[in-house]
T-cell receptor
Framework: DQQVKQNSPSLSVQEGRISILNCDYT??????FLWYKKYPAEGPTFLIS???IKDKNEDGRFTVFLNKSAKHLSLHIVPSQPGDSAVYFC????????????WGAGTKLIIKP | DVKVTQSSRYLVKRTGEKVFLECVQD?????MFWYRQDPGLGLRLIYF???????EKGDIPEGYSVSREKKERFSLILESASTNQTSMYLC????????????????FGPGTRLTVL
């Protein structure tokens, strides 16, 4: 049973427009969420995170929104740039787990020129 | 700058061979992880270790073993490689959460693309 779901395997967005990547979770014990970005033939790199005590966190062009009642989070990229083309993973952690992150399947974002 | 290195970027092995994948981190992190990444399946945890000589099974440990004799090094062993173990293998490390550390963000190596023929 997938506890973290990214239902869109891929997303295509015009350069300069907004990219919205979605992530749903089922475990109400999750209290911290992270987004990672992965280029081909490289390891994932941390992008942005949000604690469950917040509903929004912003870092430059990247904003993550958390809707706890819907168990849904989204990553907004504005404006989208060609270098944003990558696979984006959503990950979640429960407070009682000191080690593990639970990962979504990833969404491949393609930015069209 | 956190650095996680993996011994090989690309590896080709034959069915039945014993395969060693090495991972080294230079940040004195307590936790280390081995994942495999397959299209549409995301990152699946194979094993992790929260201290030297300690190991815990992840979601898909079958066919794999691990070794952590030193804090900075975490090895993944495929005892007898099979074609269904063809995958991208990713190593990660993190520090122990606590105090000012809110969450154990994981830092990844570049990955090893393993092909088993």
């Amino acid at each position: 049973d997938q506890q973290v779901k990214q239902n869109s395997p891929s997303l295509s967005v015009q350069e300069g427009r907004i990219s919205i990547l979605n992530c749903d979770y089922t475990n109400s014990m999750f209290d911290y969420f992270l987004w990672y970005k992965k280029y081909p033939a490289e390891g994932p790199t941390f992008l942005i995170s949000i604690s469950s005590i917040k509903d929004k966190n912003e870092d430059g062009r990247f904003t993550v929104f958390l809707n706890k009642s819907a168990k849904h989070l989204s990553l907004h990229i504005v404006p989208s740039q060609p270098g944003d083309s990558a696979v984006y993973f959503c990950a979640a952690s429960a407070g009682d787990s000191n080690y593990q992150l639970i990962w979504g399947a990833g969404t491949k974002l393609i930015i069209k020129p | 700058d956190v650095k996680v290195t993996q011994s090989s970027r690309y590896l080709v092995k034959r069915t039945g061979e014993k395969v060693f994948l090495e991972c080294v981190q230079d940040m004195d992190h307590e936790n280390m992880f081995w994942y495999r990444q397959d299209p549409g399946l995301g990152l699946r945890l194979i094993y992790f270790s929260y201290d030297v000589k300690m190991k815990e099974k992840g979601d898909i440990p079958e066919g794999y073993s691990v070794s952590r004799e030193k804090k900075e090094r975490f090895s993944l062993i495929l005892e007898s490689a099979s074609t269904n173990q063809t995958s991208m293998y990713l190593c990660a490390s993190s520090t122990r959460a606590g105090g000012p550390i809110v969450i154990n963000e994981q830092f990844f190596g570049p990955g090893t693309r393993l092909t088993v023929l």
